[in-house]
């Protein structure tokens, strides 16, 4: 059974920095993307970034593009999303998810939550004004 488990998130200032953490377990994690999706209060859940596990390609969503950094560490089995320069736009519950697709990462898998059969519980990032 394929789990993951999400950690750090919290609340933080606008211009703030938080590192989300994505612990992956239950199958081959150089197999499978791993994304990151957020959904905010009235909106519908959105892609942020995913990465590759084998060959570490890597999407943004436009929003988040030169602010936030995600990384593997397939020893660990554990993605990491750095999140820099934070805006009160960012707030939502963040969320990571994986499965197994034939090509890396790119727009079209990483923009899709519903291509993504595993899901975390997700985790609340709050940015204040």
């Known amino acids: 059974e394929v789990q993951l488990v999400e950690s750090g998130g919290g609340l933080v200032q606008t211009g703030g920095s938080l590192r989300l953490s994505c612990a992956v377990s239950g199958f081959t994690f150089g197999d499978y993307i791993v994304g990151w999706f957020r959904q905010a209060p009235g909106k519908e859940r959105e892609g942020v970034s995913c990465?590759?596990?084998?060959?570490?390609?890597?999407y943004y969503a436009d929003s988040v593009k030169g602010r936030f950094s995600i990384s593997s560490d397939n020893a660990k089995s554990t993605v990491y999303l750095q999140m820099n320069s934070l805006k009160p736009e960012d707030t939502a519950v963040y969320y990571c998810a994986a499965d197994r697709f034939a090509l890396g990462a790119s727009k079209k898998i990483c923009s899709g939550p519903n291509l993504f059969g595993s899901w975390g519980q997700g985790t609340q990032v709050t940015v204040s004004m």
């Open positions: 990465i590759g596990s084998s060959d570490r390609s890597t």
